[in-house]
């Protein structure tokens, strides 16, 4: 289940790694420390309706992306970065949403759609929820996880219940094939 939660964090940290390839480039143990220990300091930051994702150069740069709708946040996020063991430099690439009481509301809105199904009452519970709902100026954008098939179905289902949303891009990731 850990593991469930955190691949919304590091979703682009893995798909965009380059490959290891010279000496002085992190060994693979290297790697897995400095994807751990951000993984422990980013994931308890990562609300609901905030989105970060990072990427792990071969040299120890990190790359932060993502959205998140206070700058405090995206402070924090490079502050904590820059303290994990072996992370030589930090980009800070994360948007800080523009604020919005039409978004606010449309946040409240589509987080009520998903979360108040059965289904998903048991991630409520959780910390840091394995959907991000993220809007800017209407439109939509869904990333985490699900656990399986049905689930996407479900939160497809529960966003176009939401008629106040616009635009609405689903890069959730099914956890498991069911």
Known sequence: MKRFMLVCVAALSIAGAA????????????????????????????????????????????????????ESFKQRAEAETKKAEGVKQVRNQIEVLPPSKTDEQLRQSLYQAIYDQKAFSRYKQQPTPPIHIVVRNGSVVLEGMVANRQEYAQVNSAVKSVSSAGSVKNNLHVDQEG
């Open 19 to 70: 490959p290891l390839r010279a000496s002085s480039d992190l060994s693979q143990a290297a790697r897995a420390k400095i994807e751990d220990d951000l993984y422990r300091k980013l994931t308890p930051m990562v609300g609901v309706f905030d989105y970060v994702a990072f990427k792990l150069d071969g040299d120890g740069t990190v790359t932060l992306l993502g959205q998140v709708r206070e």
